[in-house]
């Protein structure tokens, strides 16, 4: 359950940080004007297999690798690596690249300030904070992605051995 509580709060975190980046949405079918809002925030999917462009403005937590160990006379340390996909539209290609680059700058600055979410999971800073836009020609969609490294609280044995 922890690294449900942890996505859960980066999902709380992330949006209190991006509320006031007001985004362009793509037109839907039925749509008379331009819709702007706030990214939205999804946990390890997106609601269905065909909403990658829909969804956009979005930002997309997913846990990808975690990691439990305790060395010989340590105590026991658990970790989480979270792949946080960032996705927004705009039909004029500098401004969409721009508007990318905004969020996740914005989203990336406030966990290096923060460094701690929930009172309980710190952002290994050791392990670094990695990020990309992806370079690809997808306008009017522009897709990034950052690797974070989250420490967790360990779990306890009930019997020692």
Known sequence: MTRIILLKRLRAFTEEVTADLIMPTRLQKGDTEQIFRPA???LM????GTSATKKAPYVLHQVITGMDQQPQ???VTSSAKVRSICCVYNDDEQEGGLMLLNLMERLRIAMLRQVVIGGQFTLDLEAGLETLVYPDDT???FVGEM???WKLPPVEREVNL
Do not use: H
Not at 45 to 48: K, S, W
């Open 45 to 48: 999917r997106l609601p269905d």
């Open 139 to 141: 306008a009017p969609y």
């Open 147 to 149: 690797i974070s490294t």
């Open 73 to 75: 006379g340590q105590r």
């Open 40 to 42: 939205k925030v999804y």
